[in-house]
């Protein structure tokens, strides 16, 4: 994952002083999409003005987060489902094809601890 924390470079350098710029980070995640390598895009930290907590509480029932494991993540209700709209019409837009599919048959099962240090 590339992480950006804005697309302004003076938000940027303020959040993450001496890291590189959102462009620099933008074009990296690019070369690593074209080269086939599984990349992805992490936006945060996320800072929401006050209209933007009350929308949060109104997508879940009241509160800004649901420590259950199942709907901690997600929201409810019209404003989750407006974003959730948005963000998929968005993805169709730009031509987001998805992520990549996982080749999960180079997993193995580990072992023995003591056969992490053996040569």
């Known amino acids: 994952m590339v992480t950006v924390t804005s697309l302004n470079n003076k938000t940027a350098s303020l959040?993450?002083?001496?890291?590189a710029a959102p462009q620099i980070r933008l074009k990296t995640l690019k070369k690593l999409r074209e080269a086939g390598i599984p990349a992805g895009?992490?936006?945060?930290?996320?800072?929401?003005?006050e209209h933007i907590l009350n929308r949060l509480r109104d997508s879940r029932e009241g509160k800004l987060y649901h420590a259950d494991?199942?709907?901690?993540?997600?929201g409810s209700?019209?404003?989750?489902d407006l974003i959730y709209k948005r963000f998929t019409l968005k993805k169709?837009?730009?031509g987001f094809p998805?992520?990549?599919k996982y080749?999960?048959?180079?997993?193995?099962?580990?072992?023995?601890?003591?056969?992490?240090?053996?040569?």
């Open 98 to 100: 998805g992520l990549p």
């Open 41 to 49: 895009l992490l936006v945060a930290p996320i800072i929401p003005a």
């Open 15 to 19: 959040l993450e002083p001496r890291a």
């Open 103 to 119: 080749d999960c048959s180079l997993f193995r099962v580990p072992s023995e601890q003591s056969s992490l240090f053996e040569a």
């Open 69 to 74: 494991f199942k709907s901690r993540m997600t």
């Open 77 to 80: 209700g019209i404003y989750a």
């Open 92 to 94: 169709k837009k730009l």
